[in-house]
């Protein structure tokens, strides 16, 4: 029977009431699968705008016979039940319901990507994700989810490939403006299979590779990217099957078209690595 790996997360009106409500509508949609809820943790926003307040999240273990679309249609739909309504990215939400996982299963495209990009380095994600799929694979790293939580307090660098050194300059100039660069270091790899010729290869608590496309308005990021995807084991080739890197640990394919937002998330995936994560007292 498939397995699938969900969050759910909310900071707005009765956080608790809403997640609640959320469960309620997942077994719904469910009723012949198995679900296993994780414990409620608060944690504090990551990313987004200023002024939101804490975030409650726990993590769903299902196993059910639908496909990853049929239940990614369903989450959909119980967000817009709930009042969901994506305008900003990282913004305060009345619920927030994503695919983290679904059997070893990769998907790459514009509007659907499994495993979840940011599920790697997100404690508040890996936190209940341990405590009831612990020895789920995740197939990008090949790691369980119980070793990759445990990573996040690895003392290692987050590593940034470029394919250019300009594009480096222009990404450090940006951090610099927010933040010191002391635990970045920083490959150039013009090429994706560059990535497996460093010598002496980076030991990286997270490995991220910024890229941007020479002409976004002519072809989507994703498809540009894709060869990176390829050699990071994020995407599957569509004739030859599972690729397979080399790479060890959790990585990131990060849009790096806006130099601003790229920086800004480079800054979030460190922030989301060690953000606290607290569980809650007194759940039935």
């Known amino acids: 029977m498939p397995r699938t790996l969900i969050s759910l997360g909310a900071n707005l009106g009765n956080v608790a009431e809403t997640i609640s409500y959320a469960q309620q509508l997942l077994r719904e949609a469910f009723p012949a699968g198995d679900l ?5 943790f608060r ?10 307040g804490d975030f409650i999240n726990c993590v769903l273990a299902l196993r059910s016979d639908h496909d990853v679309w049929t239940v990614w249609d369903a989450i959909k739909g119980i967000e817009a039940q709930l009042g969901r309504h994506r305008l900003q990215r990282w913004e305060a939400r009345r619920i927030d319901i994503d695919i983290l996982l679904h059997d070893d299963l990769r998907i790459w495209t ?20 341990k405590q009831i799929a612990a020895d789920w694979v995740d197939p990008v790293s090949g790691w369980t989810l119980a070793t990759l939580s445990d990573h996040l307090a690895f003392p290692g660098p987050i590593v940034i490939a470029t394919p250019s050194s300009e594009l480096e300059l222009e990404l450090k100039e940006e951090l610099r403006r927010t933040d ?8 150039c790899c013009p090429k994706p299979e560059d990535l497996l010729r460093l010598d002496p290869m980076p030991q990286a608590k ?16 994703e ?21 397979e890197s080399l790479l060890s640990g959790p990585r990131y394919l990060l849009p790096a078209n806006h130099r601003t937002w790229a920086a800004h998330e480079i800054l979030a995936a460190r922030q989301a690595m060690c953000c606290p994560v607290e569980p809650i007292c007194g759940q039935d």
């Open 36 to 40: 296993r809820f994780s414990s409620l």
């Open 43 to 52: 944690t504090p926003p990551v990313g987004g705008p200023s002024g939101q």
């Open 110 to 129: 514009p509007h659907f990507k499994v495993p979840h990009p940011r599920m790697c380095m997100r404690s508040f994600i890996l936190t209940p994700a």
């Open 180 to 187: 010191d660069l002391h635990d970045l270091e920083w490959v």
């Open 206 to 221: 997270l490995w991220i590779a910024a890229v941007s496309t020479p002409e976004p308005e002519t072809i989507l990021w």
């Open 223 to 243: 498809d540009y990217s894709r060869p990176w995807a390829l050699q990071l084991g994020l995407a599957t080739d569509d004739f030859l099957g599972g690729s």
